[in-house]
């Protein structure tokens, strides 16, 4: 296997896109990614796409060679990657494993969503269908039901607490309100989280990411080629994709995600590193209880300890172990299939020393967890900065 | 469906403000997950009294498919 390394990125700003539609998007991002990693469209072998409902959320299908051929690579193998929340971290996967096997030399891997055209409902029941329509879905579950029905198990055998939960949302918008690209660029209080308009007992507005349009883009390259283009290139040390029972009430527990743990462990062994070896990191924090379990499973912190480890401040900029310096899905925005890109795109940011206000100082070795629906996909990515 | 469904225990739950589209006019309702007695869990709607993780619950309907459960008056 050859070692591969990320040579450019590029995004477009999160939120409210009103003027751009999904081929826009999907383009902005590409073709900023390739100016980045100063490669013409010629260049590039093939086109892996992420995007986990444009057939609902605005019709379109055959997502891939519509968005490819828009950037000049018509001609080219073009793919759409569907994993619910996970789908650019599956479409980075299977791209990251063809360069590694040298099957391509140059490949372009890029998420979208445009949510915003749909109205709240409309965008809740979408949404939805990323979990099991015969069963949950059908009971009249929501995503944000799914992961309060894990916060209030979670609440229940570890003692997690509304404040625990209220201080990652906290935290991840006082980050966002740093990122220029950030979708909600405004800082909150505890209380003003705590106090949230009530979406699904025990989540308010504020435990919930947002919905928004956006796209984010990665190139990859084998790490010896990718130095020909840029000084800053960066190691894909590990990445590893897993999957899991889509409904919650056939996993056994869920107050942990089998997903993220075994996703975890098999990019930490293939990086030769331990949990404690990162310095950062960007995780999937679709909602504020989805932050705190990830850090657990990933072993940051002892199973139940997240959300005492959250409320210390120890996952804030400063902190031990900063998450989602980025703002997150919480203020960043989370345009669904654009999100697992988007992840590594601010990791990068980070190493390359371009993070601007959000500069962390221990940047060299970072991880993204990019997960699906309530954990039936999980995509865990370590990077180095070379 | 006319299956009778085992008691059970819940095992978590959440009472839901803003429901999907096809939903929106019955918000705020309960959903639960329910350890079933005898074993299986399953994804349920609860009638009338709200439950907490650890009630017991005994299965009330059908609606259009999908089972209703509502607290043990035990």
């Given amino acids: 296997m050859r070692q591969v390394a990320i040579a450019g990125i590029g995004k477009t700003p999160f939120g409210v896109l009103a003027g751009q539609d999904i081929r826009d998007l999907a383009a902005d ?13 010629g260049q590039v072998e093939a086109f892996y796409l992420g995007n986990f409902a444009g057939p609902s959320f605005v019709g379109q299908n055959h997502l891939a060679p519509y968005i490819a051929a828009e950037i000049g690579l018509a001609g080219v193998p073009a793919t759409r990657f569907e994993a619910a929340c996970a789908s650019s971290g599956a479409a ?21 969503e445009k949510m915003t055209s749909q109205s709240t409902p409309k965008v809740t029941e979408i949404l939805a269908s990323a979990g099991d329509l015969n069963g949950e879905i059908k009971a009249g579950a929501t995503f944000p039901a799914l992961f309060a029905m894990i916060a209030r ?33 405004k800082t909150i209080t505890l209380e003003q989280a705590l106090a949230g308009k009530p979406v699904a007992d025990p989540l308010t507005l504020y435990d919930c990411s947002l919905v928004s349009d956006g796209a984010a883009s ?22 590893a994709q897993t999957s899991d029972f889509v409904a919650l009430d056939q996993k056994k527990t869920i107050t942990a995600f089998p997903a993220v743990q075994a996703a ?19 995780i999937h924090d679709c909602f504020t209880i989805a932050e705190i379990i990830a850090i657990e499973d990933l072993g940051f912190v002892e199973k139940g300890g997240g959300g005492p480890y ?7 900029r400063g ?24 992840q590594l795109c601010d990791l990068v940011l980070q ?16 991880l993204a967890q990019n997960l699906g629906g309530s954990g039936a996909t999980c995509v865990v990515t370590i990077l180095e900065k070379v | 469906m006319s299956e009778i469904l085992p008691g059970g225990v819940v095992y978590t739950e959440t009472v839901i403000h803003s429901a999907p589209e096809s939903l929106a006019g019955q918000a705020p309702y309960q959903i639960a997950i329910i350890d079933l007695d005898g074993g299986g869990r399953l994804t349920a709607r609860l009638a009338g009294e709200a439950v907490r993780i650890g009630d017991s619950v005994a299965f009330f309907e059908y609606q259009d498919g999908v089972p209703f459960f509502n607290k043990s008056s035990l």
């Fill in chain 1, 153 to 185: 198990r979670h609440m229940h055998e570890y003692g997690t607490t509304r404040e625990h939960l209220a201080s990652v949302a906290v935290k991840n918008h006082a980050n966002g309100a740093l990122n220029p690209d950030a979708h909600l660029r």
């Fill in chain 1, 218 to 239: 990665v190139l990859l390259m084998p790490l010896d080629r990718a130095r020909d283009f840029t000084a800053k290139p960066v190691l894909v040390r590990g990445v």
């Fill in chain 1, 319 to 342: 902190g031990e172990m900063p998450i989602n310096s980025s703002g997150g899905l919480k203020s960043k925005g989370h345009p669904v299939g654009a999100t697992g890109v988007a």
């Fill in chain 1, 351 to 366: 190493m390359r020393d371009e993070a601007g206000d959000r500069q962390l100082r221990r940047n060299h070795l970072g």
């Fill in chain 1, 310 to 316: 959250s409320a210390a401040g120890h996952t804030a």
């Fill in chain 1, 264 to 282: 975890g462990q098999k990019a930490y062994k293939m990086a030769g590193l331990a949990p404690r070896d990162i310095e950062f990191a960007e």
């Fill in chain 1, 29 to 41: 991002a590409s073709r900023k990614c390739m100016r980045n990693a100063q490669v013409t469209a």
């Fill in chain 1, 92 to 112: 980075f996967f299977h791209a990251y494993s063809a360069v590694a096997a040298g099957i391509y030399d140059t490949v372009l891997v890029t998420g979208v």
